[in-house]
């Protein structure tokens, strides 16, 4: 096939899709699913983790993200394709790269719809007590329940592209409308005090608005849910072979959803701290749950216990709506992302069939199934929200590495949006996302080590047995085990997770002192960074990858409708 080398590569194009969702249904799209199950439980975690100072990881946080937003409205505007996190990296270096980022791409929306059923199922016991043992763990009949629900999440998607586009959109404005209120009414409960000094901090008896230090904060960004609720603004993405006009629309979805979802979280950790019964600080805020209902459902549990019964009801019917919400437009991009990768050749041809609607049939069945296979080893929602933040900050890894690339192999390619001042943005959002990695911790670090060689083996079965597999490309991929293993070994040797998060003993060795261990993180990223940079595909075999993308004759038969 002939390789297009004029002023611009062609553009990669997806068949079967429908290009049916307008501006609001793509900024609804992102937002449904940064406001899901993260605005129920984050603020309490991180206010457990934090005390008051909570506040600046959701600052922190929100500003991570927004720089990995601007890099991914960029590259969703210039190639809109389906499952394009999945997608980018492949075009950017190849098959080698591309295998892996894929995987984490499709390993972090697989896995969200189960946490937010844990959601629904860990407020759903105070109606139903027995979804929920004393740990706060799901019991069997809440597992049966949870099953159920994902199946209702693969059954909605079923509908096609615009009819569930609708029931989204209708979902979000609830979504989006019930955190404004509370935090409206709550501010009227506020209490200044708990902000102040004079509050206990923890077991030194030390109080203040950082009674744990600035490490607590940064630890708190990933494993009490900071990171994890801001998820989803890549869901435009995900969806951009189905978005009209998407060079425009796509990168205005995602910088809205983003701002909107940084300050409905701030606000909420600020109405949650400031309302909070005095007599529930007395154990300092690691305690602020004892002998409380506040664990198990932090905003509700508020509500009744200063006298708003009424939103304490609406609290838990929203505790339904959010994650439903956020489960099932997952669930979407989940099947969007196995689209892509059978696309890419690395997942079976049966992932990209499509039926009379549109929709991804097979890989939106197999994203059901995968996800209840997630359920079983890990029984809560702050248990499974670690694997999900790991795995997806190293999908947000490969979008400063791609958008570097492109920067430099095709400078005259239409950009409807372009990162200010790329050059230094691009490695900045490329250390953002390794040092959320490394806050993760080596606990999470290694569980995603295992993840990756088991995602390696079964992609390696399938291209085995494909005839037309992409030939692996390892020289501009030659960046990518040193990094890998890199990050595991400044990790093991790191100080996160912290000696005083509690549970079973960190298996880190705390060799590395604090503060010279984000200084070798930043580091270490820009000498990946600048070695990807330098390993790129060229020019010419980069197009020709893109060029490989606007096939419509690479499908196998289905006997349904393409």
Not at 205 to 234: C, D, H, R, T
Request: charged share 10%; glycine share 12%.
């Amino acid at each position: 096939m002939a390789v297009e080398t004029g002023a611009e590569a062609a553009r990669p194009a997806d068949v079967g899709l429908r290009r049916e969702i307008g501006l609001i249904g793509a900024t609804w799209a992102s937002e449904t699913s940064i406001i899901g199950s993260g605005w129920l439980f984050g603020a309490l975690f991180a206010t457990q983790a934090a005390g008051p100072a909570a506040l600046y990881g959701w600052v922190i946080g929100g500003a991570c993200v927004i720089v990995l937003a601007l890099l991914h409205a960029e590259l969703g505007g210039m190639y809109p394709i389906a499952g394009g996190t999945a997608r980018f990296p492949h075009l950017a270096y190849g098959s080698v790269a591309g295998i892996s980022f894929g995987f984490f791409s499709w390993l972090q929306a697989v896995t969200v719809a189960p946490v937010e059923c844990f959601a629904v199922m860990t407020y759903g016991s105070y109606y139903w007590h027995s979804l929920i043992n004393a740990q706060g763990h799901i019991t069997t009949t809440g597992f049966i329940a949870t099953i159920v629900l994902m199946a209702i999440f693969t059954a909605v998607n079923f509908l096609g592209v615009r009819l569930f586009s609708r029931v989204n959109s209708a979902i979000t404005w609830w979504k989006v409308a019930i955190p404004i209120l509370t935090i409206i009414i709550l501010l009227f409960k506020f209490h200044g005090g708990n902000f102040s000094a004079g509050v206990p901090g923890g077991a030194d008896g030390k109080g203040g608005f950082m009674p744990y230090g600035i490490k607590a904060v940064f630890a708190a960004i990933p494993s009490a849910g900071i990171v994890f609720s801001y998820l989803g603004f890549e869901q435009a993405d995900q969806l951009a072979g189905e978005i009209k006009n998407p060079q425009k629309n796509l990168p205005r979805a995602i910088i809205i959803a983003v701002l909107l979802g940084t300050v409905i979280y701030c606000m909420c950790q600020v109405v949650l701290i400031g309302a909070i019964p005095g007599r529930y600080l007395h154990h300092g805020f690691a305690g602020i749950a004892t002998g409380s209902p506040l664990l198990t459902y932090p905003f509700a549990a508020i509500a009744g216990l200063v006298g708003l019964g009424a939103l304490a009801t609406v609290l838990h019917i929203d505790a339904f709506i959010s994650p439903f919400g956020t489960g099932m437009i997952y669930e979407t991009s989940t099947s969007r992302i196995g689209y892509g990768l059978a696309r890419n050749r690395y997942y079976p041809q049966v992932f990209q069939w499509t039926d009379r609607n549109g929709v991804p049939w097979f890989s939106l069945i197999a994203a059901f199934i995968f996800g209840i296979f997630f359920l079983l080893p890990f029984p809560s929602w702050q248990a499974l929200v670690g694997l999900v933040t790991g795995a997806s900050v190293l999908m947000y890894a490969g979008a400063p590495l791609s958008l570097g690339a492109f920067r430099l192999q095709v400078p005259e390619a239409v950009r409807p949006y372009r990162v200010p001042a790329a050059v230094v943005v691009s490695p900045l959002g490329f250390i953002i996302a390794n040092m959320i990695i490394y806050w993760s911790g080596f606990v999470v670090v290694w569980k995603l080590g295992v993840c990756l060689v088991i995602g390696y083996i079964l992609i390696g079965i399938c291209m085995i047995f494909d005839r037309q597999r992409p030939p692996l490309d390892w020289k501009p991929a030659q960046w990518l085990l040193p990094y890998l293993i890199g990050m595991g070994i400044i990790s093991w040797l790191g100080q996160f997770p912290l000696k005083g998060d509690g549970g079973a003993p960190p298996i880190n060795t705390f060799h590395i002192p604090s503060w010279w261990d984000y200084l070798i993180v930043a580091a270490f990223s820009l000498v990946i960074y600048f070695w990807a940079m330098a390993a790129r595909l060229p020019r010419e075999q980069m197009q020709e990858r893109v060029a490989r993308q606007t096939r419509q004759d690479d499908l196998p038969d289905t006997g349904l409708h393409h």
